[in-house]
């Protein structure tokens, strides 16, 4: 079992930068596959970032290749999501995710966080 805890959400402005944790406590991280998703109100949620297990070799979704940074830290059994450069439409609560096997797709992943949100304004 893995027990995730997201935190790092708030309110910035839009071009601003945010730096988001997942803390897993029951496994080592190094074995999973760990993922960021988002969702806004109204939409379903979407793939934001992924990393696979014992590497730290990245996919990002278009819309955030380029401002949005995944990495994890094993020490700390801890991943991280720097996002820089901020817009309106990055508004959303982002999850954290773990599995065995990576992917893009929700779906695919067994245990989540409960989220957090960050809102950025215009």
């Known amino acids: 079992q893995v027990h995730l805890v997201e935190s790092g959400g708030g309110l910035v402005q839009a071009g601003g930068s945010l730096r988001l944790s997942c803390a897993a406590s029951?496994?080592?991280?190094?074995?999973?596959?760990m993922a960021w998703f988002r969702q806004a109100p109204g939409k379903d949620r979407e793939f934001v970032a992924a990393i696979r297990p014992y590497s730290v070799t990245t996919t990002y979704a278009d819309s955030v290749k380029g401002r949005f940074t995944n990495s994890r830290d094993n020490a700390k059994n801890t991943v991280y999501l720097q996002m820089n450069s901020l817009k309106p439409e990055d508004t959303a609560v982002y999850y954290c995710?773990?599995?065995?096997?990576?992917?893009?797709?929700?779906?695919?992943?067994?245990?989540w966080g409960l989220g957090t949100q960050d809102t950025v304004s215009s």
């Open positions: 995710a773990a599995d065995f096997t990576y992917s893009t797709t929700a779906k695919a992943y067994m245990y």
């Open positions: 029951g496994r080592t991280l190094t074995n999973y596959a």
